[in-house]
């Protein structure tokens, strides 16, 4: 199947700094990139949708100007979680689907755990 | 928007048995209903999707049925081995007004396969 590349997998940081996560599509091009945040022993929560070349489109209750996302090449997405606090510790994860199909399937990253001291 | 709910939250079965894990959704116009499975730590992997012209569809030992009308479907392991243990997750995809898709999640449910 197709692969995606998430990096870092683990970061813990410091109260008010920021993090970039990288969310790369490896053996295809995905117009489409979506980010997910998952507490423990729960579901993936929708965060996100990166649009290549264009803005993302937020969920709501999610805070643009906290997580901000750029999507510049159809292979790479990127989210910035911008003066990290202790409640932003989570695991986020990434997808992106594969467009050779009318309906593409959708792949995830292996995800970044953040931890906020 | 789209509402997935799915049932049970936690299935604990003896090795070699089966396991079913339901699924219902909202948006009638959903037409991709796809199947995670997530170890502790991973990357959530599809383990098989069906689309909406089709009722059933099988791998192994793993199958998929879908009632449209009812709006729900099923997940379905035979023989299950300790391997199978993991967290599955359903899933229902809809197209946006953009022409994008997007999968809405149903919670979960935690298998547990005891040897």
């Known amino acids: 199947g197709a692969v995606v590349s998430q990096h870092p997998s683990r970061v813990i940081c410091k109260s008010g700094t920021s993090v970039k996560i990288e969310c790369r599509s490896l053996d295809f091009q995905a117009t489409t990139m979506f980010w997910y945040r998952q507490f423990p022993k729960q579901s993936l929560m929708l965060m996100a949708t990166?649009?290549?070349?264009?803005?993302?489109?937020?969920e709501q209750g999610v805070e643009k100007d906290k997580f901000l996302i750029n999507h510049a090449s159809l292979t790479l997405s990127t989210l910035t979680v911008t003066s990290a606090h202790p409640e932003d510790s989570s695991f986020y994860i990434c997808s992106a689907r594969d467009q050779s199909g009318r309906l593409g399937k959708l792949f995830f990253g292996s995800g970044t755990q953040l931890s906020v001291l | 928007g789209e509402n997935v709910e799915q049932h049970p939250s936690t299935l604990s079965v003896q090795e070699g048995d089966s396991a079913v894990i339901k699924c219902t959704y909202s948006?009638?116009?959903?037409?991709?209903f796809p199947w995670y499975k997530q170890e502790l730590g991973k990357r959530p992997q599809l383990i098989i999707d069906?689309?909406?012209?089709?009722g059933e569809k099988k791998d192994q030992r793993i199958a998929v049925t879908l009632n449209k009308t009812a709006k729900h479907f099923s997940l379905h392991i035979t023989e299950t081995q300790p391997e199978d243990s993991a967290v599955y997750f359903c899933a229902a995809s809809s197209t946006m007004n953009s022409g994008y898709s997007t999968l809405t999640f149903g919670k979960g449910t935690m298998l547990l396969v005891s040897p």
């Open positions: 069906i689309r909406s012209n089709v």
């Open positions: 948006d009638s116009a959903s037409n991709y």
């Open positions: 990166s649009n290549e070349g264009s803005k993302a489109t937020y």
